[in-house]
């Protein structure tokens, strides 16, 4: 039984590392340096980063506070929907 737990922990590190990229240690412009770390790999969904609500970081064991979905009422550059389309032109343009 005790095997089994211990195999179930080595897959789910692994799992985590392959879905996570590790960035090293710099120092920005303004002076301030920032440590080593890892983040969620980066990819086109917003639902699986560690710091968005249901995640929990696998390093740190926080869970994630932010929404994956943006705020329907910010303002936008655009000055309407984000997730309208774009109007096309009848004539091809």
Known sequence: MQSILVMAALLLAGEAAAQSTYYQGYTRQNGTYVQPHYQSAPNASRLDNWSTQGNVNPYTGQAGTRSPYPAFNAP???????????????YGR
């Open 76 to 90: 936008s550059t655009s000055g309407g929907n984000p997730y309208a389309s774009q109007p096309r032109s009848i």
